[in-house]
């Protein structure tokens, strides 16, 4: 398996993916608004406030992930991970947290100091990310899930409670995906 950064040439292919992979575990319906959302992250975002990654074996892109930048109200530099893919047939097998942890490295080489994400603890854990309430950090959107409210620390401190709002990319800014 061979873990890189995503490229405009990728746009396609993950596209396909994110559609393939969310119309098969949550119906066609959420794998349209995924893929949709990924065109947009891809099409509206400045190439300096997206990080993607992918996983490819024999030339088939079989992983996706993509860090936006977020705002928080202190002088850190945060992302956040959102959406995450991995191919149905190959679900299982450890691609999905060695590309995030990929991703996780990445980002500390930038000198990133915080990793957010809104997803299911039981996974997330796994690859450092902890629960947060909304008391240390508010996320941007009312939370249908505050459960999956997560964030890990990349520059050694601990995750400092903080005063104000967030503020993500304008791809994620709609309620459904919160
Ligand atoms: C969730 C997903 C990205 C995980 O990637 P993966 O490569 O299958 O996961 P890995 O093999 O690295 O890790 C597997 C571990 O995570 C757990 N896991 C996998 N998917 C999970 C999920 N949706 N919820 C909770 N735990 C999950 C497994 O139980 C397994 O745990 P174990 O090692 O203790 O048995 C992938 O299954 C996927 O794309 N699912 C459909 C889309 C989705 O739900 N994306 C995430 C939301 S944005």
């Not at 149905?88 to 500390?108: A, D, F, N, P």
């Amino acid at each position: 398996m061979k873990y890189s950064l995503f490229t405009a040439s990728d746009t396609a292919d993950v596209v396909a993916l994110f559609s393939d992979v969310f119309s098969a575990s949550e119906g066609e319906s959420e794998g349209r608004i995924i893929a949709d959302l990924v065109s947009r992250l891809i099409a509206d975002t400045a190439p300096k406030n997206l990080i993607g990654c992918i996983a490819t074996e024999n030339d088939r892109i079989v992983g996706s992930i993509f860090f936006s930048r977020f705002i928080v109200p202190n002088d850190q530099v945060a992302f956040i991970l959102s959406p995450v893919a991995v191919s149905t047939r190959v679900q299982g097998s450890g691609i999905g947290q060695e590309l995030i942890r990929y991703g996780l490295e990445h980002l500390k080489r930038m000198d990133v100091d915080l990793a957010f994400t809104y997803g299911d603890p039981a996974f997330y854990s796994k690859i450092g990310f902890k629960q947060i309430s909304e008391q240390i950090v508010k996320a941007p959107f009312v939370l249908s899930q505050p459960e999956g409210w997560l964030a890990q620390s990349l520059d050694g401190h601990p995750v400092q409670p903080m005063q104000g709002a967030t503020e993500c990319v304008e791809a994620l800014s709609d309620q459904k995906y919160w």
